[in-house]
């Protein structure tokens, strides 16, 4: 297997990210191919003795994505971009997966536009994992790839979720929940509604409405559904929760003799919330309904989390992960409906 | 000044929301007239040693309107619910304040049909006044009356919300932030754009965009406007994500000697966390835009969420905050408008 990594629109430095790719590609035995100007990666790849060969290549670009360019646009107009050669190359079957911590809607974009959509879904969702005080994870789409939703595109958020639980995640039968104000199927606003019924008549293993509020201490799902605004909002407000307890935890550790002892005594205890609750470490997220296994990492993406972006690109395209969802679209689609 | 307790709709008993109104009577010197159930609030007064008086007084009832009723149905059907009578007192200014822990729905439902909205504001809001690292609360609005807004509703938000935030919290200029998925202008849905627009062109201290992640840690502004169905889940978001943190050290500090020892050592500091950022104890949320004072507390609400949420309703009240907002609103709409 072979997965292309973006290395030049993240935050950090090409060399950071090179670093990431040289470790997934020994650890999983899969060939990288660098995405990113030629000199830079040729110049991380020496550094950390490995050389431009068959295990690691290079495919070079002479332009660059940044964080705040318009979506579409940058898509169109860079053409030698890092990622839109990676687009290319996954497009052309040169790669079997795509990885990227460059600009989001740019990756959405260049997915419709060059890879193309699976056919019955309109819109791509991009698939956020994360972590519970259980320490299982739930997957919550859309985070992002659609701010502006209808309600079917919910349902095919559920059941692309769904199956990404079941053959990447490997849990055997997950439950679908609507992210929503309210447990009552009242509860919600117009999209919610008409969401909620969809799903209620599709066949699929729907058990209603979640909250905010109990998802990682419940976690009373496998699968949460929502409008990509939602989504984003959701993902962001509980890192914002999670780093406001941290920040006050850690000054007050710092503040004296007791504080520091204290600290010393929970450091496990601490390490243990960094490792359950780490939404930054964890993985990418890949977006789901395009013919392709494209991964987005996040953009302040270290070494480690480019890896762990890795592994999830690896794993969804080592299943057939999207055939499957071609499948399960159609098949479902006949379902009753 | 009087003010009204509903004390019926609440998750827990009304001796217990008795329990708040009477230590909020005699801390703040109001009276407190009981909306509810006589013998209970009668039986509830007689075990504080106190009785049904010119100081505690008691608004009898015979319904209760509970959290699951659809609101609008409720508040025509129960005339005689603890809080219709509740608002008809408010309306015909027996009492000059109002406050409930019940259905919210309701409340909002009840307020616009038997208080009436204040002129010009043609959707009430929500604000919750949350607590941040540094210690300096932030209004958020609207946090759950409106699911569906349109563009100017959120533009009469950040007006009640900045007229809140000055006359109530005392913060002297306070500034406007538009909770959104990205810093930059041109991020978010269709409703953001417009509201974006709207607010850049008003007579507003508007910054732009903030996002879940650094408002409780950077506190960028001092008032953040959404719509009531992003804001509720923003709120539950935060909640959720603070609750797992505390969670999972709640059990490592349970764990072994090691873990008891830290946690000793570091009482004061997890009680400053508590302390910083409780939601659910941290007063309750005016709903602002009808003519009354009108202050949601949380359906959980314990004996002291109750009397803080009297303090709320005490302080808009005393800064006649309605009168402000109603002449703002006016005032505001021919400031080149």
Excluded at 4 to 13: A, E, I, K, R, T
Excluded at 244 to 267: D, E, K, P, Q, T
Aim: glycine letters at 12%; charged letters at 20%.
């Amino acid at each position: 297997m072979r997965i292309l990594l973006d290395v030049m629109g993240g935050d950090l430095p090409p060399h950071e990210l090179v670093k990431g790719g040289v470790a997934a590609g020994h650890r999983l035995d899969v060939d990288i191919l660098f995405s990113g100007e030629q000199a830079a990666v040729s110049h991380a790849l020496t550094r950390l003795r490995e050389r431009d060969g068959s295990k690691f290549s290079i495919l070079p670009s002479s332009q660059v994505i940044t964080m705040t360019e318009p979506p579409v646009q940058a898509v169109r107009k860079k053409r030698d971009s890092s990622l839109v050669n990676g687009l290319l190359a996954l497009k052309e079957h040169t790669v079997d997966a795509f990885v990227s911590p460059g600009n989001t809607g740019a990756v959405v974009a260049g997915a419709i536009f060059i890879v193309g959509r699976i056919e019955g879904i309109p819109r791509p969702g991009i698939a956020a994992t994360i972590p519970t005080v259980s320490g299982r994870e739930i997957v919550v789409i859309d985070v992002g790839a659609n701010v502006d939703c209808a309600p079917d595109h919910l349902l095919h958020f559920a059941l692309m979720g769904a199956t990404y639980a079941r053959d990447v995640l490997g849990i055997a039968q997950p439950t679908i929940g609507l992210l929503n104000i309210g447990t009552e199927r009242a509860k919600g606003n117009k999209l919610a509604h008409r969401v909620y019924d969809l799903l209620a008549d599709a066949p699929l293993p729907f058990i209603g409405n979640v909250e905010g509020h109990h998802l990682l201490t419940e976690r009373p799902v496998d699968v949460v559904v929502c409008d990509g605004f939602i989504g984003n909002v959701f993902l962001k407000t509980l890192e914002g929760g999670i780093s406001a307890v941290s920040n006050i935890l850690r000054s007050g550790v710092n503040r004296n003799w007791r504080g520091r002892l204290g600290g010393l005594m929970l450091r496990p205890v601490f390490s243990l919330v960094r490792k359950k609750l780490s939404y930054n470490q964890s993985g990418g997220a890949p977006l789901l309904g395009v013919n392709g296994s494209i991964v987005i990492a996040h953009g302040r993406s270290d070494a480690v989390a480019i890896e762990s972006a890795i592994d999830v690109a690896y794993r969804a395209a080592k299943c057939h992960l999207n055939e499957t969802m071609a499948k399960g679209i159609s098949g479902w689609g006949g379902n009753g409906r």
